[in-house]
């Protein structure tokens, strides 16, 4: 039976340890047809090999949360198996274009431990990276999971919380976007006039859009990433769970956010890097899910004449309109409802 | 918040205007596959290259349906997001093949307007077209929407009603069909030994399979072709609405009929033009749908011995067998459970 | 009304009738992108192109369940739209590997009739090829199904009972799966360091995952093979059936189990035949399903350093854990639960 792996547990992991991760995954023109299917996505550059073509890509690159997914999902086996939840995750940049044809693969170093007082459990900090098929790196992000003791007797290692960034500089983006013949990008096919520089600082936005999740739809997602988490697939298992029934990949929340922003932020075409995220609430099929954005900051990138960047706060939230712009309340946590908050930059044109 | 567009209400129409829409998309094998999985089409033409290549085109073309539904979709930001109806179709005809790696863009130039005596509503006629990357038309038709007003009190507009064809003339069809190496067309691998010249005017065909609706699959559908009409894909929204419940894409009908068709016509490989069509009466996850056809008429194409064409008038219906031919009951309006009422020519080799 | 068939009964068959199936079906990279969305597949080989290269594969093949349902779906229409059951398969063997880009066609020969007592229904058995655009036969496999009579008055067949293998001989396998350089075959990429030779015989293995079934999935994997069956996709008519409801392909159940078979059996990337095969109970939407396995037999392949074979029992169950390996009890059937029990070969690295 010990062919059959159950994951890790906290006390499997020791700091500096580094997992290299099961199994590549090339990704296809049906990965981004499925994508485009689950989520519905409308950025004019991931859309439209002509439309990448004409600003200077040699086609469309595959969107950036599909190759996050697949990064992450690679990583799942060997950290998240038996995760209790997944705190956050900061320090993520996406540092090279991925095109349909490319292999990723990933690797994970543990960066930090901490076991609860409860001593059953305990918070596992990682850094994933994903590269292609020649060695680049794509993607890396930091992650921080609490994950169960197998035995709850085990002395608690030695506490290690490595020192995080608050957000990713400005001069580290950029890298995953190729410069751009930026005079051919056609703002009206895009589907919005606002370049970089119609956004101002505090500025907020209602996406408006909704959309409902279906079992089916999660699952078909999930299992496309090959995220193998039991939690989201075993309804009888669910039953006996605190939440009785099937929970919805967090990564799926991202990526549903992701496409309702398109109305308005048509122009961001690039996720540049994510500053920091957590899943404020579980999701369920049902769910209808809503979304706004604020503008945090706007950068220039040293030398980039073509995209700039703005730095974007994204709520969402379930079975609510966003049109009050649901948050966090200061120290009383979040409005009802709320289930993401993700804080990242994006790249438009100038 | 004015960066997140609600749509056009009737008074943002004046005849004449043309619309260049968003997004362009490129059609990829993933959507062709994603198309089989949703309807299970199986018309040899599209299914396999090797038969495609037998009978002289490069490979297979890409579904003419899928290609309606990819160009409708790119007009609905524009035109119907404020929808109430989409009352009918015309003079619809597919003039180029597609084929993987095509990409299609779309414009729309408003026909006709006119107001409802309610002022609350009017009908607004447009006429799109689908272009590919070369700038060739692939497609176009016109359709005629109920379109919401934002403000009644806004005067109306003087009331222009387009000057329509009762039906595609045979002289205008074949374009999309490139002239075939026919001998080589094999009826057996086919699915059917019915040429054009077996098919009587009257006939009357039961297709007899049947299929179920599901939430996954009518929203996969409709996010796939891009299409971003709320009531299809918000179920919070929709409890409030008369129907309570997230509205099926009438396009996906149309395509669940096509793809039933298959039994009793599965030589009627090109949909080579719509006459008219109109949704009866609406769809929602879980009705069951059948379809019959009777063919009204049969026509030769200019210069063309390889192929001719069929003109079909096909009724899908809901919850109900369609053994017994529900239609039109003259001035009564349809039989219980008449959903779709489509009249196109389709082509098959001779 | 004859146009639209309704499928051959028990009397309209014939031993040595030879049946050419429609439609032929090229295999694209979207379907491969379902595939791994409908069950999550991670073999390796299958996963990763560059995986597939290094041990010399042009890039990877198909899945060869995905082959197998391709296949048994075009062989629907001619023979099994009246089944009552599907009652066993034999003497399946993939004997060349499938690329994305194949197209893949079918036929069958009638090799067995046995006319139940009842004279109601009959047995039919079959054996059919799948054959690739060179001609090439990549799959066979023998099925044994109960058909409907049309009309009992008719005088029974004469009995003929084929003489099937009990299995097939390892000196049969092997024909799918290209000399490799198996030096190159990374395990801790492949998920697993466990090759053959750490299989024992009468090793059991608790794949331990699970997976619950939707109808979306279920009729969006069985329409993308074009399997036509209506009892799979009409709700309305199996409401009056002796199920109530929608019955999943059994096919899906295997696909399942495989899927779920990773953990514990990373490594066995190629499936090389079926031996036998039954599907002990059906299953319906709401399922979770589960699985296990046992080493029958291992064997080596003449001539091979790269691969070696085992057999494998995999037994699926639903809505219960596998933890105490359900199987059959003797000559009293078979454990609750218990939907699958499938005897085949699997190749591995050695």
Redesign the interface.
């Known amino acids: ?1 010990e ?4 994951g890790r547990y906290f006390e499997d992991f020791a700091v500096g340890q580094v997992l ?1 991760h ?5 990704v ?7 994508y ?5 996505g ?3 550059v991931q ?5 990448a073509r004409a600003i200077g890509y040699e086609r ?1 690159p595959v969107d950036d949360l599909l190759v996050f997914h697949i990064v992450f999902a690679r990583t799942v ?1 060997d950290i998240s198996l038996n995760a209790v939840a997944n705190l956050g995750y900061g320090e993520c940049r996406f540092r090279a274009p991925v095109f349909v ?1 490319d ?1 990723l ?1 990933a690797s994970t170093e543990i960066i930090g431990l901490k076991e609860n007082s409860n001593a059953r459990t305990g918070i596992v900090y990682v850094r994933s990276s994903g590269v292609n ?1 020649r060695g680049q790196v794509v993607l890396e992000f930091v992650r921080w999971v609490m994950v169960q003791k197998r035995d709850p007797s085990v002395p608690a290692p030695k506490t290690v919380i490595p020192d995080l960034a608050p957000g990713v500089a400005p001069e580290l983006l950029g890298e995953g976007c190729p410069v751009l013949d930026i005079a051919n990008y056609d703002t ?5 006039p ?1 370049r970089w520089g ?2 101002g600082v505090g500025e ?9 999740i ?4 999660h ?6 990433y ?1 995220n ?1 988490a ?1 939690v989201h ?5 669910q039953k006996s769970s605190r939440f009785g029934r ?1 929970l919805v990949y967090g990564g799926h929340i991202i990526s549903i956010a992701r496409a309702l922003s398109f ?4 122009n961001a075409f690039h996720l540049a890097a994510i500053n920091a995220g957590s899943h404020v609430a579980p999701c369920f099929a ?1 769910d ?1 899910i809503t979304a706004w954005s604020e503008v945090l900051e706007r950068a220039e990138l040293a030398g980039r004449g073509d995209i700039a960047v703005l730095r974007l706060r994204t709520i969402a939230a379930k ?1 609510r309109s966003c049109e009050k712009f649901p948050g966090r309340r200061g120290d009383k946590g979040y409005d009802d409802g709320v289930v993401l908050d993700l804080d990242y930059w994006v790249a438009l044109p100038r």
């Open positions: 039976m062919k059959a792996g159950r290299r099961a199994v590549p995954r090339t296809s023109g049906g990965d981004v047809a499925l485009t299917a689950l989520y519905g409308r950025f004019g859309s439209s090999d002509a439309f469309s086996g044809g292999t693969a098929q009206t096919l895009a589907g919005s606002d119609d956004y907020r936005i209602d996406h408006f859009d909704a959309t409902t279906e079992e089916a739809e699952q078909m997602a999930t299992r496309l090959q193998t039991r697939f075993d309804a009888l298992a099937r109305n308005g932020l048509a049902g209808t079975d």
